[in-house]
């Protein structure tokens, strides 16, 4: 029961987005609950995406906070900042959602190695890619493989059910779940215009990623050259030449 949406309503779908077995934990404030009874007081909702936790087994095992709540606090901490500095500010206007992402075969006591739960080789959910397939020693399978970007379709299109007041989602992330962010918006094809469509805009902030997907191919290139050496660049490239990089 808790994994169905209330039948008065149409089950959105869009892309090729389906229903997938597995779960992803998640944050949210009391009554934000995707599977909850739909709530009309909601008109934004705030997507956040956390960064890559435990980058060596030594550091795990310190950790104490899960990734995802940890985000979560810090959103709900800025909102009560904004709330002091705006009386008008409507808090309960606002839902938070924060996920929480598994990486595969890095036991993490917050997700109490839940075979149902979709885990990902490293932090590569950050790309797009699919999840590993999780399946029982007699092959019964637990989790599907999928990609994470499906995953973020699923929270939207569950957010278009759960809030039917909703006027803006913002989707945002820090570090890796910033890389997220942005590679969602470029590669979220469909997703944009389906939620626009239903009357809802969308906003994607990337904070802090260790890079920013670049869009093209292609690149400018210095006269006579076949590469370009990561780093800062060297500003006035006028006489640079677009073209594909060797490598």
Known sequence: ?????????????????AYFRGRMPYY?????ELDGPPDHEVKRMILVLHGVVGVSEAELAKMNLAPGLNQFRNVMTALAKAERL???????????????????????PWTDEDKRAWTWTRSTWNQGTRSMLRETKSGAIKADSVSSFDVLDEFLRAALIKFPELEQIVVTGHSTGGQAVHRYAL????????IEAAGVSIRYVSANPGAYAFPLIRRKLPPGQTAVRAGI????TLDWKWGVPKG
């Open 187 to 194: 590669l979220g094809v469909g997703v944009h215009e389906r």
């Open 233 to 236: 660049g060297v500003g006035d």
């Open 1 to 17: 029961a808790d994994e169905c949406v209330d039948t008065s309503r149409e089950f959105i779908r869009w892309a090729d987005a």
């Open 28 to 32: 949210c404030d009391p009554g934000s």
């Open 86 to 108: 705006d009386p008008e500010l409507d808090r309960e206007s606002i839902a938070v959602i924060s996920p929480n992402v598994q990486r595969t075969d890095q036991w993490q």
